[in-house]
């Protein structure tokens, strides 16, 4: 009972003068008064008086712990709590009245100044993990053993990236996400948003605001960038990029799994949605700052490397839908060549053109000196050919009533392939009742200036090594003149047809190969024009007043003989457009089809037969027209600087890949 009363002393000492006295008692002096009681009660035991056994635990450190808050503890807390609830109250004011961002800043401060002292006093009591709690635990835990572990893509091989990507399309369905979204509503796109906030919004600075409520955007992801609780993904559009911001706590605010989601579930390639605000980093790069994203489509396949791309030129051909991802140019080629064509319709509409389709497969080919596709009707048992042209089907046209006509489309000539001629290609072609070709080439100047307006900053324009001037008017030569201006010391008089071997010997004086082999002063001209002249001919020019052996479908020129009323429009050295005045005699018509006759039966396999049904149109009269034909494919090349016929094409015709 002594030593109880000495513990209890001492305990009453402690809670009097501050756990900091207490402290300063030494261990030995506790234990000398627990060894003087002790040998009391050692006596009374040994007197054999019975007692309760007691057993008193002395504290082998050097030091007590407290086990109440001291009464200034106590005052301090309170303290606390009323300025905490004081500035809180001020701050509610504050925002009542108005205050700005800035000169509230230092009202919060304080308050969370206030409030981190009162937690260094009163830290929080442990939370007992309730039963929720623990199957919340479990869930987590079996999801993160679901979650695919992070892979470097760069190791893996096709099939490995492939089944990986499938495995997150099997996670997703686990977990009731759709992977294969039906329908999303974005409601700007990427170029919208940069136009929107030109010259808005200070590095770090957000619109909390925007107008129409929150923002939504759709693409594909080019490129992610994790960092911990915050990412950052590249989205491309039709239109461009933008910056896409996830922030762990901002997406959380909706979907407590939203972060880890897009982490474990998204690869570059998906097509995911996102919706939230817009605010510049502080590096000043436009950014939608997320509230929440959407997977739209899971891609299975990865995009090229970023750092070596899409750049073998046969496999950009052949994988047109990953050149067009990763290449802005190549989709850049394809939006002026829509609005090329878009354009050209709409002029001639505009000037009473009827665009009427006519059709593909031909009993015979007619209209151009061309080698046609050949194929079969099983149920009518008929040899057909797909079209070299549409020019006849179109003039039968004219002679039925219409004035004006044209037809955009795609023909179908089996020869050879380079990069100015693919097997299956774009032209218009028109006509018009009462014209001639001067009236065409007027329309050909009027017609394509419209179409360079349509996609070029300038008349002038970049193609390659040079510079072309497409300004009004271009130059019109004669082809008699300009091969004239190559060999200088031979006229190529077309009507006399004794200076055959003499032209022959020019022509081959000057290079121009395989001249023994034709037949006629027509065609050494035209032949030394192809070699000698079409080349140079970078500026647009028309080249006008063919032969009539090479023109089996032109008017004969009303004062030239040998000639005809026909031109063809060059540029950067290549056949841009061909046009009549076209033949309307139908006893004239049939002797050149015939003669087109006669050297297909002498092998010739360009060459054309005879068209009845057209003659037999032909013979119920046909007005005076023009006719002009435009290749779309290589106007195109020349508007948009390409290279190549193939990167005009959305799908070029390629053989099998090896």
């Given at each position: 009972v002594v030593m109880m009363s000495s513990i209890f002393l001492l305990s009453r000492n402690i809670r009097n003068n501050g756990c900091s006295t207490a402290f300063s008692l030494s261990r030995s002096s506790l234990r000398q008064t627990y060894s003087r009681h002790s040998q009391a009660l050692s006596v009374l035991s040994n007197n054999r008086v019975s007692r309760p056994s007691l057993s008193v635990a002395i504290p082998q450190t050097s030091s007590f712990t407290c086990l109440h808050s001291t009464t200034s503890n106590s005052a301090e807390i309170a303290s606390l709590e009323e300025q905490i609830a004081a500035k809180g109250n001020q701050i509610r004011a504050l925002k009542e009245d108005g205050i700005s961002k800035p000169e509230l800043a230092p009202h919060v401060e304080e308050l969370l100044a206030l409030k981190a002292k009162l937690a260094e006093l009163v830290p929080p009591p442990p939370k007992e993990e309730t039963t929720e709690t623990k199957s919340k635990k479990q869930q987590n835990q079996q999801q993160k053993k679901k979650q695919p572990s992070p892979t470097d893509e760069s190791?893996?091989?096709?099939?490995?990236?492939?089944?990986?990507?499938?495995?997150?399309?099997?996670?997703?369905?686990?977990?009731?996400?759709?992977?294969y979204a039906y329908t999303y509503d974005p409601n700007r796109t990427a170029s919208q948003l940069q136009k929107e906030y030109e010259g808005k919004l200070e590095p770090g600075e957000e619109d909390e605001h925007p107008?129409?409520?929150?923002?939504?955007?759709?693409?594909r992801i080019m490129a992610r960038r994790v960092f911990g609780k915050l990412a950052f993904y590249t989205l491309q559009d039709e239109t461009g990029?933008?910056?896409?911001?996830?922030?762990?706590?901002?997406?959380?605010?909706?979907?407590?799994d939203s972060f880890k989601n897009l982490k474990a579930w998204t690869d570059s390639g998906d097509i995911i949605g996102a919706k939230g605000t817009i605010r510049r980093t502080d590096k000043g790069e436009l950014t939608l700052y997320a509230k929440e994203w959407t997977m739209l489509t899971k891609s299975a396949l990865p995009l090229p490397d970023k750092y070596h791309g899409l750049t073998d030129i046969s496999k950009r051909y052949r994988n047109r839908h990953l050149d067009l991802i990763v290449n802005p140019s190549v989709r850049e080629t394809f939006y002026k060549?829509?609005?090329?064509?878009?354009?050209?319709?709409?002029?001639?509409?505009?000037?009473?053109?009827?665009?009427?389709?006519?059709?593909?497969?031909?009993?015979?080919?007619?209209?151009?000196?061309?080698?046609?596709?050949?194929?079969?009707?099983?149920?009518?048992?008929?040899?057909?050919?797909?079209?070299i042209a549409t020019e006849l089907h179109l003039k039968r046209l004219i002679i039925g009533g219409f004035p004006r006509v044209y037809e955009l489309g795609r023909i179908f000539r089996n020869e050879g392939i380079s990069t100015r001629h693919n097997p299956e290609f774009t032209s218009v072609e028109l006509y018009q009742a009462y014209a001639d070709y001067h009236d065409m080439m007027d329309l050909t100047e009027e017609l394509v200036c419209g179409m360079a307006r349509e996609v070029c900053d300038s008349m002038t324009i970049p193609y390659g090594e040079y510079t072309v001037c497409l300004e009004r008017p271009w130059r019109r030569v004669t082809m008699h003149d300009i091969v004239k201006e190559e060999i200088p010391d031979f006229d190529f008089d077309l009507s006399d047809p004794s200076i055959l071997d003499a032209a022959k010997a020019a022509a081959s004086a000057a290079g121009v190969p395989d001249v023994h082999k034709l037949t006629t002063v027509g065609y050494v001209l035209n032949a030394c024009f192809e070699e000698l002249c079409e080349p140079k001919l970078i500026q647009p020019t028309f080249v006008?007043?063919?032969?009539?052996?090479?023109s089996p479908l032109s008017k004969p020129h009303r004062s030239k003989p040998g000639m005809v009323e026909r031109f063809e429009l060059f540029a950067t050295g290549r056949e841009m457009a061909n046009s009549f005045s076209e033949l309307t005699d139908p006893v004239d018509q049939r002797?050149?089809?015939?003669?087109?006759?006669?050297?297909?039966?002498?092998?010739?396999?360009?060459?054309?037969?005879?068209?009845?049904?057209?003659?037999t149109a032909l013979e119920q009269g046909m007005p005076p027209t023009g006719g002009l034909g435009i290749g779309i494919d290589r106007l195109v090349m020349l508007l948009t600087n390409s290279p190549s016929i193939r990167d005009v094409i959305a799908f070029p015709l390629l053989k099998p890949d090896p």
């Open positions: 190791t893996m091989t096709a099939s490995e990236l492939r089944a990986a990507r499938l495995a997150k399309v099997q996670l997703m369905r686990e977990s009731n996400a759709e992977p107008e129409g409520g929150e923002i939504a955007v759709a693409g990029v933008i910056q896409l911001q996830f922030d762990k706590k901002r997406l959380g605010e909706r979907d407590a060549r829509a609005k090329i064509t878009s354009s050209l319709r709409r002029q001639l509409d505009a000037k009473g053109f009827l665009e009427i389709e006519t059709p593909v497969l031909h009993t015979q080919p007619g209209g151009a000196e061309a080698k046609p596709f050949e194929t079969y009707h099983n149920t009518m048992d008929m040899e057909l050919t797909l079209r006008i007043d063919y032969p009539v052996e090479v002797e050149r089809f015939e003669a087109q006759a006669a050297k297909k039966a002498a092998g010739d396999e360009e060459a054309c037969d005879v068209d009845e049904d057209f003659l």
